[in-house]
T-cell receptor
Framework: KQEVTQIPAALSVPEGENLVLNCSFT??????LQWFRQDPGKGLTSLLL?????REQTSGRLNASLDKSSGRSTLYIAASQPGDSATYLC???????????FGTGTRLQVFP | NAGVTQTPKFQVLKTGQSMTLQCAQD?????MYWYRQDPGMGLRLIYY???????DKGEVPNGYNVSRLNKREFSLRLESAAPSQTSVYFC??????????????FGDGTRLSIL
């Protein structure tokens, strides 16, 4: 059974710092891995999708990497801003079931 | 761009009442999903539908039923609501099974409280 762990569970940093959020998963048989952002009381916004054949994806200040063989993905946020404050979720999509399996997220607070 | 639309956004029920959560997508996606989100537990899959006319159980299906009414719509029904079903429910959709470059798209959620 796929298990997804996100470290750290919570993070509070001053504005301007570069951040690394970690995601690990136990079954490397995946189609892809998505990173989502969730604001309090809101739905999920897809940030980045990395296909199983890819090593990384970039969107603006966000960069996500994937090491499928070791079951790890990282989300790198450059020059963090207060508007980045949210919970970040990673979810690999299983190959055999086609389902997304979610971690419990990293709650990020960026203060001015 | 509507994407995935869920109704209602909020609902309060009494124990034993029934209700149906509605979900519709306008992206011509084949696969649709229902999740629940509880504090400290992440999102868990309740049911999914890989294509019109098919449904399968996810991780936590007990107490729920689903209907894939057509390609656009996927509803979730609570026949006899219980306090343990208090949660935030999310509907999602995606392209065909196994499309590695296709993300899942989520609705804004339904916040359900059962007293």
């Amino acid at each position: 059974k796929q298990e997804v762990t996100q470290i750290p569970a919570a993070l509070s940093v001053p504005e301007g710092e570069n951040l690394v959020l970690n995601c690990s998963f136990t079954d490397s048989a995946i189609y892809n891995l998505q990173w989502f952002r969730q604001d309090p009381g809101k739905g999920l916004t897809s940030l980045l999708l990395i296909q199983s054949s890819q090593r990384e994806q970039t969107s603006g200040r966000l960069n996500a990497s994937l090491d499928k063989s070791s079951g790890r993905s990282t989300l790198y946020i450059a020059a963090s801003q207060p508007g980045d404050s949210a919970t970040y979720l990673c979810a690999p999509r299983e190959h055999n079931t086609d389902k997304l399996i979610f971690g419990t997220g990293t709650r990020l607070q960026v203060f001015p | 761009n509507a994407g995935v639309t869920q109704t209602p956004k909020f609902q309060v029920l009494k124990t034993g009442q029934s209700m149906t959560l509605q979900c519709a997508q306008d992206m011509n996606h084949n696969s649709m999903y229902w999740y629940r989100q509880d504090p400290g537990m992440g999102l868990r899959l309740i049911y999914y539908s890989a294509s019109e006319g098919t449904t399968d159980k996810g991780e936590v299906p007990n107490g729920y039923n689903v209907s894939r009414l057509n390609k656009r719509e996927f509803s979730l029904r609570l026949e006899s609501a219980a306090p343990s079903q208090t949660s935030v429910y999310f509907c999602a959709s995606s392209e065909i099974r196994g499309a590695s470059n296709q993300p899942q798209h989520f609705g804004d959620g339904t916040r359900l409280s059962i007293l």
